[in-house]
């Protein structure tokens, strides 16, 4: 079965290290919203190894400074990921993606990730 991101175009990839690579999403929720990768193929978070957290740990930290030094009006984040297919991932190769926030690009960015169920997010 072919995978998404065990074919990615070089092209692509903005950043990696020896574990992980670096990609823009392709259907970005924010402008420069970006997915970190690991090279080998595991379905999720739980299959890493503690190389490949570090690896990919070490890329979010590198690509959130870039971002922030490139767009001044980045001054927040969201990190996230999808396990199984009842949270949502549709791409069963772990991705983690890294979100740029700006003041005011919601109404109200209270509860963050919480609101991934409606109802949820407001407390």
Known sequence: MSCL???ISNERI???NDLAYAVRDGFPVTEIHTLIIPKRHVEDYF????????AC????R???????DSDSSV?????GMNAGESAGQTVFHCHIHLIPRRS???????GG????IPGKGNY
């Open 5 to 7: 991101f065990c074919e």
């Open 14 to 16: 903005v950043a990696e």
């Open 47 to 54: 299959g890493l190894t503690q190389e490949e957290l570090l």
């Open 57 to 60: 740990d070490n890329l979010i």
């Open 62 to 68: 590198s690509l959130k400074d870039e971002i922030m």
């Open 75 to 79: 001054n927040g984040f969201n990190i």
């Open 104 to 110: 005011g690009d919601v109404e109200n960015p209270r």
């Open 113 to 116: 990730v919480r609101h991934l």
